[in-house]
């Protein structure tokens, strides 16, 4: 591990958003998500939950691997990432001393790599590291903190991909997103101080990207409750998507392959509030409404993936990490939604 149980407990209130984490009771709350979601499989046939063992991992971060029909998920306890096969089988992917927490991941399927970010609950290290899928080696380690010489703490959290192999990278301490591209140049692309949090609070999250009208992003500021859309061409001309009351604290994000469908893991400040909402839109994202929701439990739900058929949502447990509780079980959830919508 590369930083004292303190620094981590502290890295998941950060991660929470400044949320509340005083009730660290696991019980009939959620049961209660867990049948209601085993409901809703037996009705739909959605697949099983995945549950792996994987003693004090807390996954934060999961992208689905198409070349080996597996879950790569990462770890803010441990700094490592891992595979999850879909009979809940963990192994250990990748080992990197040069990571600390890692979070976000993405694949880059056409030049099969692997992008994950790294980061230290001070701020002093934001990192995306880029890999080789095939051979696991590392192919680029970008220092963000240096990127943004600013001197002000900066984190790593989430990436997305272009068409190009170009990766967005959040700062959730600040209003900024880099672009790394493919060769591995490093730029600050989108910088807005009105979007840096304030001390203490957590902001730009989850990303997606989009290859319609030009490509754009979408981005979930946590502590604003918002979601933006950022074009790639002309980041200035960014706009509020306008959701309904229902995006509460947007934290993981999963866009359809059409652009019309965004589903978005909330995380509320009170447990078990927590939920997965589905969005559809019919004017490019300037506004959007709900379709489909349910509350997960007290399971800390942070991050989506699809592999294709199915859109998984992964229960991380983090809130346990932060009251120093041990814990070896995790689950990657399927998604019981009714979307004709491909992801």
Known sequence: ??????????LTVLFAACRK??????????????????????KQKTPAAINFTAPMLFP???????????????????????????????????????????????????RKRLFVTSSVVEGTLAQLAIYDL???ARLF?????????????????????DQRGNAY???SYAGKIYKVEPNGNATVFYNNPAYTPAPGGFGFNGIEYSNSQGGYLLVAHTALARIIKIPVDNPAVFSIVQFPPSLISPDGLLLSKNSKE?????????????????????????????????ETGIVYPTTLTSDGRTEWV???????????????????????????NPF
């Open 60 to 110: 934060e971060g999961m992208v689905y691997n198409p070349f080996t029909d597996q879950f790569l998920v990462s770890s803010i306890a441990q700094g490592t990432i891992g595979s999850v096969t879909k009979q809940g089988v963990y192994a250990p992917f990748i080992q990197d001393a040069a990571l600390a927490s890692t979070s976000g991941m993405e694949i880059d399927k056409a």
């Open 262 to 294: 965004l589903i978005v893991v909330n995380n509320t400040a009170q447990f078990p509030g927590s939920n997965v909402t589905s969005f559809e839109t019919n004017n490019h994202w300037g506004t959007a409404t709900s379709t489909e929701a349910f």
């Open 314 to 340: 992964l229960y991380s447990h983090i809130h346990l990490l932060f009251g120093n509780v041990y814990h070896e079980t995790f689950t990657i959830q399927p998604l019981p939604f009714n979307s004709n």
């Open 134 to 136: 095939n051979t696991k």
């Open 1 to 10: 591990m590369k930083k004292n149980l303190f620094a981590i407990a502290a």
């Open 141 to 161: 380690l970008i220092d963000l903190v240096a990127l943004a010489n600013d001197g002000a703490p900066h984190l790593a959290n989430d990436v997305a991909l």
């Open 21 to 42: 984490t005083d009730d660290l009771q696991t019980g009939a709350s959620q049961q209660t998500g867990t049948n209601e979601l085993n409901n809703l499989s037996e």
């Open 169 to 171: 990278v959040t700062d």
